[in-house]
């Protein structure tokens, strides 16, 4: 049963893994060919539906990350010791750092491709959070009788987590398909819109 636990976890650490690395490749990739772009309204398109892929990716990514907050919650009370502790924290407070200095850095950039990025660095931020918590829980619960309370937290975080993780991504699709709509609308001639 352990080893049946442990696949699942290694399972949904790797996926969501993936995802974020794919999404990260992909942003990267979409930024360098739409700088090669000449017209200002293609490379618009090329970032904005760049935009809308990373959405899409963030709902799948969602799905792993509400199966890790899953599998924390039943077991988080193996979270692993005071070293590993600290190390988490460390790692969780760059992530909030870092989400903190993009949301100031690329806030008037006007670049799809980089709100993108932004709203990446944010969902992982909550994720590393929400990581912590379990693990300090685990590693400095106090007494025996905060169970349920702690359950509860754990609970109550991890809902959280995941509703903004969903929300984050469905506002990229929204915001995305607003924009391509918005372009497209200008580059038809005025006889063409109206069918």
């Known amino acids: 049963m352990a080893f049946t636990g442990c696949s699942y976890w290694q399972g949904t650490l790797?996926?969501?893994?993936?995802?974020?690395s794919g999404m990260r490749f992909m942003l990267v990739r979409n930024f360098s060919c739409a700088?090669?772009?000449?017209?200002?309204?293609?490379?618009?398109?090329?970032?904005?539906?760049?935009?809308?892929?990373?959405?899409?990716?963030?709902?799948?990514?969602?799905?792993?990350?509400i199966g890790m907050i899953d599998l924390l919650i039943s077991d988080g009370t193996n979270a692993g010791g005071e070293i590993l502790t600290i190390m988490i924290a460390a790692y969780t407070f760059y992530c909030v750092i870092l989400a903190i200095v993009n949301v100031v850095k690329f806030r008037k950039r006007g670049s799809p491709i980089l709100s993108a990025s932004k709203n990446i660095c944010f969902v992982r931020a909550l994720m590393s959070l929400f990581s912590l918590q379990i693990t300090m829980f685990a590693q400095?619960?106090?007494?025996?009788?905060?169970?349920?309370?702690?359950?509860?937290?754990?609970?109550?975080?991890?809902?959280?987590?995941?509703?903004?993780?969903?929300?984050?991504?469905?506002a990229m699709l929204l915001r995305a398909r607003r924009r391509l709509k918005a372009l497209n609308e200008k580059i038809l001639p005025p006889a063409l819109e109206n069918r």
Do not use: H, P
């Open 14 to 20: 790797a996926a969501y893994n993936l995802i974020l």
């Open 140 to 170: 400095f619960g106090g007494a025996d009788g905060d169970g349920a309370f702690v359950y509860a937290m754990d609970i109550a975080l991890g809902v959280v987590v995941s509703l903004l993780s969903i929300s984050t991504a469905a």
């Open 35 to 65: 700088k090669k772009q000449t017209d200002e309204t293609e490379r618009q398109r090329a970032e904005w539906k760049a935009y809308r892929r990373c959405g899409l990716l963030m709902f799948v990514m969602s799905v792993a990350v």
